[in-house]
């Protein structure tokens, strides 16, 4: 448990080192199936101020916080969702990223435009359905994670990844770590998408080149997305 505090404590002191968030907008949490439980960042507290004692331990089943005087982050409830339906991820980071959130505010997938993305997701990454406004004013956060499974349609794997709908990114990993570099990938990827379709609005890449670049990376018969 120790290591996996301590993995959690360095993932999230990154994302403002990554340029992530602004202030305490962000979290990352780690996971550990044997004892049933994830460690994610408490709400509220500074990065410059956290440390391993402030993480907060939740129980994946029932939500439960575990020996804590903190509370999990706002995000906990979403990143609960997640762990129950996936049992292949072992961390998750949300961030309210700029460039990323710029399309989820858009309400816009991020689309395979070239190699990069090509290399990192197996097709475009996806924004979530609008939220009903019953939806957002009981279980926001529950909501928020439902509406992100259904996007999913059961697959977590090919792409690590979603936008919640004018909110931001959610992605993932086998460990919390790995999700902080999706996120940090994912973030570029919008970064660069934005500055292309804004040359070039009309912008799509020939889908052999995309093929060539993920079944390069990821094996000969990987590849099923499109772009």
Not at 32 to 53: F, H, M, N, Q
Not at 82 to 97: N, R, V
Not at 200 to 217: D, F, M, Q, S, W
């Amino acid at each position: 448990m120790r290591d996996l505090l301590r993995e959690v404590l360095d993932a999230n002191l990154r994302i403002p080192k990554e340029g992530l968030a602004t202030l305490t907008w962000g979290n990352v949490s780690g996971v550990d199936r044997g004892a049933g439980v994830y460690v994610i960042k408490p709400s509220g507290v500074p990065y410059e101020r956290l440390t391993e004692e402030d993480l907060v331990t939740v129980e994946i089943e029932t939500g439960k916080v575990i020996g804590s005087r903190l509370k999990p982050s706002v995000d906990s409830e979403t990143h609960r969702l997640l762990y129950q339906a996936f049992p292949e991820i072992g961390g998750i980071t949300h961030t309210h990223s700029t460039h990323a959130v710029a399309f989820a505010q858009a309400r816009r997938d991020i689309p395979v435009l070239g190699t990069t993305h090509a290399d990192n997701f197996n097709g475009p990454i996806q924004v979530t359905r609008d939220l009903t406004p019953a939806e957002c004013e009981s279980d926001y956060e529950r909501n928020t994670g439902l509406a992100i499974l259904d996007a999913l349609d059961g697959d977590a794997a090919s792409v690590p990844a979603v936008l919640a709908a004018s909110h931001g990114p959610f992605t993932w990993g086998a460990t919390a770590t790995k999700s902080l570099e999706v996120a940090i990938v994912c973030e570029e990827v919008a970064r660069m998408a934005i500055h292309t379709l804004a040359l070039n609005p009309a912008a799509e890449p020939p889908e052999h080149l995309i093929r060539r670049h993920y079944t390069r990376k990821h094996g000969p018969d990987s590849y099923y997305g499109n772009v």
